[in-house]
């Protein structure tokens, strides 16, 4: 049987904003937001994105990973755990193809920031920036995020594989 030529994955997270210190989502830190409630840092966007990276790699699903129950895991920035992923995923012989992110949020507005977080992404899976697509949305008063207000992120992620010796 031969394998596909890439695999798909999909990825979902949503995240209430807490009461205290600063968002973090992307990778970005807002100044004048509270940071998302969870065991992390509460990035929904890189959880969504490591969501999707695992399932494309069949490798199970974050919680696996960094149980929210681990107090090693508390606080951490997600971006040391969708480093951590992505070394699994390389390991498995895989690599990022495309990514493509809805994020869902009244505030904070992602458009001013789009660019420099698909850079940083592109930055952190290896991969052109050209391969990284973020679309930003508002909830348009449906309150589908949450009554308190949050962050709701779909995300779709490619992955390819290795070529021994080049990647
Ligand atoms: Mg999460």
Known sequence: MSSPPFRI???FDAHEFGDRGSLVLGGLRFKGL???AGHSDGDALL?????ALLGAAGLGDIGDFFPDTAKRYKGISSLKLLKRVLDRVLRKGFKPGQ?????MADRPRLTPVKKRMRALLARHLKIP???ISIKAKTSE???????????AVWALATLVPRRE???
Do not use: E, K, Y
Request: no cysteine; aromatic share 4%.
């Open 9 to 11: 994955g999909f990825g």
């Open 165 to 167: 010796g080049r990647s």
């Open 99 to 103: 990514v493509d992110v809805t994020v």
């Open 129 to 131: 920036v050209d391969l």
């Open 47 to 51: 959880h969504a994105l490591i969501d």
């Open 34 to 36: 509270p940071a998302l």
């Open 141 to 151: 008063g449906t309150r589908l995020v949450s009554l308190r207000g949050g962050v």
